[in-house]
């Protein structure tokens, strides 16, 4: 699908903000309180930490290039391109905070709980416009290749752990390895929930005498359904089951239209996720 000029400057805003979220993240929470950091990042903290000259960003940057010419064969000239840019930009930004002020240390708990936050954010936002900030980030962009039906926090928890572990070497102190651990998790859990959560998509299984009026006004709320045939398990009767495809904000007016036409209905309401189809998102051979 050929995309239009207004759709990279919308990509690029996004994958700026990201970046700019990851480089916050470090500078304010992980760099100032010895919180152990994954992926390339975090290798940068440790030789950091063994050679204080090397500043982080540039070191980033220079272990990232090999990564990228590894890369491009598989992920493709756009996406490259867009993490190249994602990587270069965090890195340039991690540095140039650092240079303009150094935030003073907090509670470590609390640095490794929002700095998770934070950092989760901005590469969730990277990553749902298909570029990487580069490291483990790309390997995991990679393994998603092949391992498509794992969410994207899995496939970098594994090697942002090992880095940790080092990082906490490098300190001389377990509790940067505890700490990066705690932010970890976080990191993944709102990495996934940018990328993954946003789509709010519910479906609901309606179990109903009048599931030919159900039917009807669910078509009049422009959601289409889908009737299932099933069989009461004590009373054998063939049962019509209702399945409906919505969004989150459709619930209560399905619940209260439901309601008014069979007040004794049975309905279940699941979430639902990567809703494809008329009325919700298409597919991208680019999905994460």
């Known amino acids: 699908?050929?995309?239009?000029?207004s759709y990279y400057v919308k990509s690029y805003v996004v994958i700026t903000l990201g970046s700019i979220l990851y480089a916050l993240a470090y500078n304010i929470f992980y760099a100032p309180n010895l919180v152990a950091m994954g992926g390339l990042t975090g290798l940068g903290q440790v030789l950091n930490a063994l050679i204080p000259v090397l500043p982080v960003g540039t070191t980033v940057f220079v272990m990232n290039v090999p990564l990228f010419f590894l890369g491009w064969k598989f992920i493709g000239g756009h996406l490259l391109v867009s993490s190249l840019y994602a990587m270069t930009f965090s890195s340039f930004a991690i540095?140039?905070?650092d240079m303009i002020y150094q935030f003073p240390p907090m509670d470590t708990m609390l640095a490794a709980i929002f700095g998770g936050a934070?950092?989760?954010a901005g590469i969730g936002l990277v990553f749902s416009k298909g570029a990487t900030t580069g490291g483990t980030d790309l390997i995991a962009r990679l393994l998603k290749l092949k391992f498509a039906w794992l969410?994207?926090?899995?496939?970098?928890l594994i090697p942002d752990f090992i880095v940790i572990v080092l990082a906490a070497i490098a300190f001389g102190k377990v509790e940067s390895a505890l700490y990066g651990i705690v932010s970890l998790f976080v990191t993944t859990k709102v990495m996934d929930t940018v990328l993954y959560g946003l789509d709010s998509s519910k479906v609901a299984y309606i179990i109903s005498d009048s599931c030919k009026e159900i039917t009807d006004a669910v078509m009049a709320m422009d959601r289409g359904a889908t009737i299932l045939h099933g069989e009461g398990a004590y009373?054998?009767?063939?049962?019509?089951?209702?399945?409906?495809?919505?969004?989150?904000k459709e619930?209560?007016?399905?619940?209260?239209?439901?309601?008014?036409?069979?007040?004794?209905?049975?309905?279940?309401?699941?979430?639902?996720h990567d809703v494809l189809g008329e009325g919700f998102r298409t597919y991208s051979k680019d999905d994460i």
Not at 151 to 156: D, E, K, R
Not at 235 to 247: C, I, P
């Open 1 to 5: 699908m050929k995309h239009t000029v």
């Open 95 to 97: 540095d140039v905070m």
């Open 118 to 120: 934070l950092l989760g």
């Open 151 to 156: 969410p994207m926090g899995t496939l970098v």
């Open 235 to 248: 009373s054998g009767d063939e049962k019509k089951v209702l399945m409906v495809a919505f969004k989150q």
């Open 251 to 272: 619930i209560v007016p399905l619940k209260e239209k439901v309601n008014e036409i069979d007040p004794h209905a049975f309905l279940i309401v699941c979430d639902a």
